[in-house]
């Protein structure tokens, strides 16, 4: 499990509606006990224990930590070029402030699917650094001329992608090519590995359209990482067709996923295949002031297949784990993606599920994260909004009142801890 250091000592915390990622309805007047960070008890609140140090949070809401399972946290919006002008050492800072700014829109574990490096978790385990728990693709894996191949027609790089500090891109056309890069990830730490199964949007040289690994190399893949522990494949896949190379060669989990026929949404069924809609970065609006109408109609075309292709898949039973692409767009919105898979057809106790458990179990952590009951980690996230009522308002990240991680408190905005904390 990606570690934070525990806090030490109990904390109490009682009086909340409690929510607690289950897919349960909501508990009200709730106690969560922590000891040394660990959950000890969650459930109704007992009677015969005393208020002395308990933190009443009366009139809130109370949450596991939420998994995002797909970001690129070392990404941020803006001209690439002044980026490239910066030192490395610019770059780290900002990241760190990334992390930070993640934490504490109460996005407690986080999955980087590509740009991060494992320095950062490392980091953050050691406690010299805060930000959320990290699970890392490292790179992604695609063909020449593909998704993650920055290499424009001339043979230049475009100034994104000489940024000091990122990983080198997952270019891969031979199996040989295929087991040296995922042996190297491995090496390096890569907890998952990301392939694109199909092109992408922004890539220099690929269309969506286009193919990406075979399923061969899935295959391949997926046979590496099985010799090592075994590890989840993430595939990148716009396309019908990308969706089943992934599915058929064992990916555990499809990214996007924006054009979905009937039969391969059954053979996600059947595979038990997880969909990360990334809704977010669908439904992000572009300035009209800098694009053109043509690029502008192209983009609500794509939008509308997108959200039928999801709204189809949420009504058939794929599980969905929230992931919200952000690095693409700004960070530190991601509990806007909840109020979008409402959009889709989850409700909204569903949407926070995908949120909290449904993450923590792609990435293989459930038995330690992503509900509030005893045993697990104290990540746990408090708002003042009702999420069953007003889930959109979980946007503002002012709504999150208090962020603990691992028992630790790392945000609290109503100072509800007592001050020797
Ligand atoms: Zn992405």
């Known amino acids: 499990m990606p570690h ?12 909340a509606t409690l929510i607690d990622g289950t897919g349960c309805p909501p508990l009200a007047d709730s106690e969560v006990e922590l000891v040394d960070g660990v959950i000890a008890y969650a459930g109704q609140r007992r009677a015969a224990q005393s208020l002395d140090g308990a933190i009443d949070l009366t009139g809130t809401f109370l949450m596991p930590g939420f998994v995002d399972a797909h970001v690129h946290l070392s990404m941020v919006p803006g001209d690439p070029e002044t980026q490239r002008s910066r030192f490395v050492e610019e770059h780290v800072l900002e990241t760190a402030s990334v992390l930070r700014t993640t934490l504490l829109a109460g996005v407690t574990t986080a999955r980087d699917l590509d740009g991060l490096t494992p320095g950062y978790r490392d980091a953050i385990a050691r406690g010299s650094a805060v930000g959320p728990r990290l699970h890392l693709a490292i790179s992604m894996l695609s063909p020449t001329g593909g998704h993650a191949d920055p290499v424009r027609p001339n043979g230049s790089l475009p100034a994104w992608a000489v940024r000091p500090g990122m990983p080198a891109p997952g270019v891969v056309d031979t199996d040989d ?4 890069t995922v042996r190297e990830l491995m090496r390096m730490g890569a907890d998952a590995i990301k392939v694109s199964t199909s092109g992408g949007v922004g890539s220099p040289t690929d269309d969506p359209a286009d193919a990406g690994l075979p399923v061969e ?3 391949l893949v997926a046979r590496l990482t099985a010799e090592r522990g075994g590890r989840p494949i993430t ?7 990308a969706v089943r190379v992934a599915v058929l060669g064992g990916a555990a989990s499809i990214e996007h996923g924006y054009d979905l026929s009937d039969d391969t949404i059954d053979l996600m069924l059947q595979h038990g295949t997880v969909l990360v809609p990334t809704l977010s970065t669908l439904l992000r609006t572009l300035d ?4 053109s109408p043509a690029a502008l109609a192209d983009r609500e075309a794509r939008q509308r297949r997108g959200l039928d292709s999801v709204r189809r898949a949420v009504a058939a039973g794929v599980p969905v784990a929230l992931g919200t692409d952000a690095g693409v767009h700004p960070h530190g ?3 806007a993606e909840l109020a979008r898979l409402v959009e889709v057809g989850l409700d909204p106790l569903a949407a926070i599920r995908a949120g909290t458990l449904g993450g923590a179990r792609l990435l293989g952590l459930d038995t330690e ?3 509030v009951e005893a045993g697990k980690q104290g990540d746990l996230v408090v708002t003042v909004v009702d999420p069953l009522q007003n889930i959109g308002d979980l946007a503002d990240v002012s709504a999150v009142r ?3 991680q691992a028992g630790r408190v790392v945000k609290d905005l109503d100072s509800r801890m007592p001050a020797a904390r």
Do not use: K, Q, Y
């Open 177 to 180: 090519d295929i087991i040296r």
């Open 235 to 241: 595939a990148h896949a716009l396309t019908d067709a």
């Open 369 to 371: 994260l992503g509900t």
């Open 217 to 219: 190399h899935v295959r």
């Open 333 to 335: 919105r991601n509990l």
């Open 288 to 291: 009209p002031a800098t694009t």
């Open 402 to 404: 208090m962020v603990l």
């Open 4 to 15: 934070v250091p525990p806090a030490s000592g109990v904390v109490r915390l009682v009086g």
